[in-house]
C-alpha cells in the first residue's frame, strides 16, 4: 500500500495532541520542587506532616476491618507528635518496599510503620531516636521442630521484605530468603508450607495470633537481635530535631505507655470471614467505581489514540518516522509494565518530574495500550484490500478522508476482538496502581485482608468483581462487533 504523507502528518499531528493533553493532565499536578512550610520545619506539603505507611500491617498500621480510617500504633504516636508540633497529618499508602523510595521522591515527609533502626539506614536517612524497643522472633510451622535457634535457619526457606531488617537478619543466619510484600504474605506463605520460617517482630507475631487464634504456626526461637523502631526521613531533613523533641515530650507525659497499652496489652479477637466481607462490600464496589474503572477508561481512550498514530507512523515511508515508532513499540513490549510504572513514578522525581499517583498510572497505562494496541490497529488497517483506496481516491476523497470514512470503519471490525482483549488486561492490570499509591479495588482488598487475614473470602470478593466487569466488557464488545458488521462489504 502506498501511503501519501499528508495522511499520516494529520493523524500524528493529532496524536500528538492527545499526547499533549495527556502531558497537562498529569502536569497540572506536577511539581518541579516541593512546596515549603516554614524555614524552621520544612513540609512537603505546607502544615501538613505527610506520612509514608503501609496500611497492612497489624497493629502498627492497619484498618479496622479493611473499611475504618487507618490506625494503629505508629499511626497514633505520628498522629500525636504532629498535633504536636501543630501539622495535620495525611497518610499515604504503600507496600513496605515501595515506602523509602517513596521517601526519596519527596511523596511524603517521613515514614510511620515500625521501620528498625540500622547503622546502613542511619547513614542514608534521618532516623528519629527509638520511641518502642521489641525483640525479633522467628516463626515456624507448628509442627516442625527444626528450628529452635537463629542458627537453624541455615539452609532454610524465610519469607521476608527484602527492604525490612528481618531480611537481613534471615540472610546473616544462612537462610534462603523469599521476598515478599509484607507480614501478611509472609504468614500465609509459612501456613500453606510454601517457606519455612519467618522472622519478625515479636509485637507483630504476638497480635496475629491473638487475632485469628491460629494454632498452625508458633514462635520457635527468638533472635538476639533487638529491634529500636524509629521514624524516618530524607536525608538532612530538618525534622527529625523537632520529632524527637516530641518522642520525649510523649514519653514524659505517658501518652507512649497508653498508646501501647492500647494496643498490645488488650486482646480481640476477628469477626468472623463473612461478616468482613459483607462489610467490605461496598468499600470494595466504591473502590472499584472511583478507582479501577476510571483508571480503565481513561488510559484506554488515551491509548487508542496513541496506538493509532503509532500504528500510521510505524506505515509511514519516511524511515525516521516508521524507525521511530518501530522503537517505541519495541520498548512498550520489551519492558514490563511494573517497571513502566516504577520509572514515571519513582524515577522521574530524580529528574524533579513529581507526577502525582492517579495520573502517572494514566500515563504508564496509556503508554502501554498505545504500544500493544499500535500493532492490532495497523494489522486490521493493512487486511483492507487495496481497492478501497483506490476507489476512494476515484471518487475525489482526500487521504485522510479514505481513511476517516472508508478505512477505519472497516478495519474498526477486524479490530474489535484484539482491542477488547486489550481492555481486559487493561481492567486487571490496574491492579500494579497500588505499588505507586494508588487506592483501587485490589489495593482496598488488601486493606481488608491484612487485619482480618480472611485472604480467600476477601481476594475471591475482589475477583469476582472483576469478573462482573470483564463480563460487561464482553457484552459490550458482542454488541459492537454486531453493529459495525454493517460497514463490511456482502
Known amino acids: 500500500m502506498t501511503w501519501r504523507s499528508s495522511a499520516v502528518d494529520r493523524t500524528l499531528g493529532l496524536m500528538l495532541i492527545v499526547v499533549a493533553a495527556a502531558a497537562s493532565l498529569s502536569l497540572g499536578t506536577v511539581s518541579a520542587s516541593p512546596a515549603h512550610a516554614a524555614p524552621s520545619l520544612p513540609t512537603v506539603e505546607p502544615g501538613v506532616l505527610t506520612v509514608g505507611t503501609e496500611g497492612t500491617y497489624a497493629p502498627f498500621t492497619y484498618h479496622q476491618n479493611g473499611t475504618g480510617p487507618i490506625t494503629g500504633f505508629d499511626v497514633d504516636i505520628i498522629t500525636d507528635i504532629a498535633e504536636k508540633l501543630g501539622l495535620r497529618v495525611r497518610f499515604v499508602e504503600a507496600n513496605f518496599d515501595s515506602l523509602f523510595p517513596a521517601l526519596e521522591a519527596g511523596r511524603f515527609d517521613v515514614i510511620a510503620n515500625q521501620i528498625s533502626y540500622s547503622a546502613e539506614r542511619a547513614a542514608k536517612y534521618d532516623l528519629s531516636q527509638p520511641y518502642v524497643q521489641t525483640a525479633s522472633v522467628i516463626l515456624a510451622r507448628s509442627n516442625d521442630d527444626s528450628i529452635r535457634s537463629v542458627g537453624d535457619l541455615r539452609g532454610k526457606t524465610a519469607a521476608q521484605s527484602l527492604t525490612s531488617n528481618y531480611a537481613e537478619i534471615a540472610k546473616s543466619a544462612g537462610a534462603v530468603v523469599e521476598p515478599v510484600s509484607g507480614f501478611d504474605t509472609a504468614i500465609q506463605l509459612l501456613k500453606q508450607?510454601?517457606?519455612?520460617?519467618?522472622?519478625?517482630?515479636?509485637?507483630?507475631?504476638?497480635?496475629?495470633?491473638?487475632?485469628?487464634?491460629?494454632?498452625?504456626?508458633?514462635?520457635?526461637?527468638?533472635?538476639?537481635?533487638?529491634?529500636?523502631?524509629?521514624?524516618?526521613?530524607?536525608?538532612?531533613?530538618?525534622?527529625?530535631?523537632?520529632?524527637?523533641?516530641?518522642?520525649?515530650?510523649?514519653?514524659?507525659?505517658?501518652?507512649?505507655?497508653?498508646?501501647?497499652?492500647?494496643?498490645?496489652?488488650?486482646?480481640?479477637?476477628?469477626?468472623?470471614?463473612?461478616?468482613?466481607?459483607?462489610?467490605?462490600l461496598v468499600p470494595l464496589l466504591k473502590s472499584t467505581v472511583t478507582g479501577t474503572i476510571p483508571l480503565t477508561?481513561?488510559?484506554?481512550?488515551?491509548?487508542?489514540?496513541?496506538?493509532?498514530?503509532?500504528?500510521?507512523?510505524?506505515?509511514?515511508?519516511?524511515?525516521?518516522?516508521?524507525?521511530?515508532?518501530?522503537?517505541?513499540?519495541?520498548?512498550?513490549?520489551?519492558?514490563?509494565?511494573?517497571?513502566?510504572?516504577?520509572?514515571?513514578?519513582?524515577?522521574?522525581?530524580?529528574?524533579?518530574?513529581?507526577?502525582?499517583?492517579?495520573?502517572?498510572?494514566?500515563?504508564?497505562?496509556?503508554?502501554?495500550?498505545?504500544?500493544?494496541?499500535?500493532?492490532?490497529?495497523?494489522?486490521?488497517?493493512?487486511?483492507?484490500?487495496?481497492?478501497?483506496?483506490?476507489?476512494?481516491?476515484?471518487?475525489?476523497?482526500?487521504?485522510?478522508?479514505?481513511?476517516?470514512?472508508?478505512?477505519?470503519?472497516?478495519?474498526?471490525?477486524?479490530?474489535?476482538?484484539?482491542?477488547?482483549?486489550?481492555?481486559?488486561?487493561?481492567?486487571?492490570?490496574?491492579?500494579?496502581a497500588s505499588t505507586i499509591l494508588v487506592t483501587e479495588l485490589f489495593r482496598q482488598a488488601q486493606n481488608a485482608a491484612a487485619s482480618s487475614f480472611d485472604y480467600l473470602a476477601l481476594y475471591s470478593t475482589a475477583a469476582l468483581y472483576y469478573w462482573v466487569i470483564c463480563l460487561a466488557l464482553s457484552f459490550v464488545q458482542d454488541r459492537t462487533e454486531t453493529r459495525l458488521s454493517r460497514f463490511v462489504a456482502r
Do not use: C, H
Open 193 to 280: 508450607g510454601r517457606v519455612q520460617a519467618t522472622v519478625n517482630d515479636e509485637l507483630t507475631a504476638k497480635n496475629y495470633f491473638t487475632t485469628t487464634g491460629d494454632k498452625t504456626v508458633k514462635i520457635a526461637a527468638t533472635t538476639p537481635d533487638v529491634s529500636r523502631q524509629v521514624f524516618a526521613a530524607r536525608k538532612n531533613s530538618g525534622l527529625i530535631a523537632a520529632i524527637n523533641t516530641q518522642i520525649d515530650a510523649l514519653r514524659a507525659d505517658g501518652t507512649l505507655d497508653k498508646t501501647y497499652a492500647k494496643y498490645f496489652d488488650a486482646s480481640a479477637r476477628a469477626p468472623s470471614a463473612w461478616d468482613v466481607v459483607r462489610s467490605n
Open 297 to 432: 477508561a481513561i488510559s484506554f481512550v488515551i491509548g487508542l489514540a496513541i496506538a493509532l498514530g503509532v500504528a500510521l507512523a510505524r506505515m509511514s515511508p519516511r524511515r525516521v518516522i516508521s524507525s521511530i515508532a518501530r522503537l517505541y513499540i519495541s520498548i512498550i513490549r520489551g519492558t514490563p509494565l511494573l517497571v513502566q510504572l516504577f520509572i514515571i513514578f519513582f524515577a522521574l522525581p530524580e529528574l524533579g518530574i513529581v507526577v502525582s499517583p492517579f495520573p502517572a498510572a494514566i500515563v504508564a497505562f496509556s503508554l502501554n495500550v498505545g504500544g500493544y494496541a499500535a500493532e492490532v490497529i495497523r494489522a486490521a488497517i493493512g487486511s483492507i484490500n487495496r481497492g478501497q483506496w483506490e476507489a476512494s481516491q476515484s471518487l475525489g476523497l482526500s487521504q485522510w478522508e479514505t481513511l476517516r470514512s472508508v478505512i477505519l470503519p472497516q478495519a474498526a471490525r477486524t479490530a474489535v476482538p484484539p482491542l477488547s482483549n486489550e481492555l481486559i488486561s487493561l481492567v486487571k492490570d490496574t491492579s500494579l
